[in-house]
């Protein structure tokens, strides 16, 4: 019997350190998942989608871990890559600069660079492509209605020969914007017309909210304002997006992109977030990110509502 004290002592310890089989239930029988990194580029619509793929992973059973707007592509495209984050909305056009020698055409037709940036960042990143939205976030140049009305600006071609005749045009605009090849100098190389030193402002961050509002307010004389093709703040502020007919840039479809040994632990990231994502066309994403931009509403709120709304959650 003397023995028996010992032994039950022991076994006591060891049961003491073997783990629970209850750690990964999140207390009502569901097994709990993650964690999962979540991230998103700076811009409101970054943030807001962010919070959306947040919330879906959440009401699924995922531990989440929130880094949205993290910071610009040069900051969340090597933190995927390097595992420092896990998913975040990434658009389909930016492939054609991610992925050097491709056919520029490509990136301007939906489909074909949806399927083309999904394979190359799958092959050489492991990276997934989940399902995009019927939206395109393009860069783009707005000038104010009364701006267009008058020289009646429609296009490009119609900015460029009013430029070329010798009208005034002052363009707000991030750095980026100015210097990228595929922004600006895509637009002048596609249309034939060139914006001098003192035709540009340029700002330090990729706000658009920033660069519209001086458009709009005339501020140190702008008239014309870098800006996105989602961008809900224009219609409020007065400015027209100026129509890009030749194509100079390529279609930018917001996606949630994955690390590919996180889609493979968890493939019903594709049946969570596609449906939510098939819903998101151009104006509904313009009028979701007037909530953020124009009425100030927090991000989170405004993508559980939506959300809520469509009976997602």
């Not at 023995?3 to 029988?29: E, K, R, Y």
């Not at 267009?148 to 750095?175: M, P, R």
């Not at 035709?199 to 870098?226: P, R």
Request: hydrophobic share 45%; proline share 6%; with cysteine.
């Amino acid at each position: 019997m003397k023995l028996l004290l010992p032994v039950f002592i022991l076994l006591t310890l060891l049961l003491a350190g073997c783990p629970s089989q209850d750690n990964g239930d999140n207390g009502d029988g569901t097994e709990q998942k993650g964690p999962i990194t979540v991230s998103s580029k700076l811009d409101e619509e970054g943030g807001m989608l962010g919070q959306m793929i947040i919330l879906m992973l959440k009401a699924n059973g995922f531990d989440v871990i929130d880094k949205t707007q993290l910071g610009a592509t040069n900051i969340v495209r090597p933190a995927i890559i390097a595992g420092e984050i896990d998913i975040y909305p990434e658009y389909t056009g930016n492939g054609a600069f991610f992925f050097d020698g491709t056919d520029p055409g490509i990136w301007r037709d939906a489909q074909l660079g949806y399927e083309k940036v999904k394979e190359l960042d799958k092959e050489e990143n492991n990276i997934v492509w989940l399902g995009p939205a019927p939206a395109n976030n393009t860069w783009a140049i707005a000038i104010p209605i009364t701006l267009a009305q008058q020289e009646n600006l429609i296009t490009l071609a119609d900015l460029a020969a009013y430029v070329n005749g010798g009208g005034f045009i002052k363009l707000a605009a991030s750095a980026e914007f100015i210097n990228s090849p595929a922004a600006l100098p895509a637009f002048q190389e596609a249309y034939g017309f060139v914006l001098a030193g003192d035709q540009l402002v340029s700002f330090a961050g990729g706000d658009t909210a920033l660069t519209e509002q001086a458009a709009s307010q005339g501020i140190d004389a702008v008239n014309a304002a870098m800006a996105f093709g989602t961008d809900g703040e224009l219609p409020a502020l007065g400015l027209v997006i100026l129509e890009d007919p030749l194509g100079a840039q390529p279609i930018y479809e917001p996606t949630p992109i994955v690390r590919g040994v996180i889609f493979d632990q968890y493939p019903e990231l594709a049946t969570i977030l596609n449906p939510v994502f098939a819903t998101l066309d151009t104006e509904t994403l313009q009028e979701l990110n007037a909530k953020v931009g124009l009425e100030g509403q927090l991000p989170v709120d405004v993508a559980r509502d939506y959300l809520t709304e469509k009976g997602f959650l």
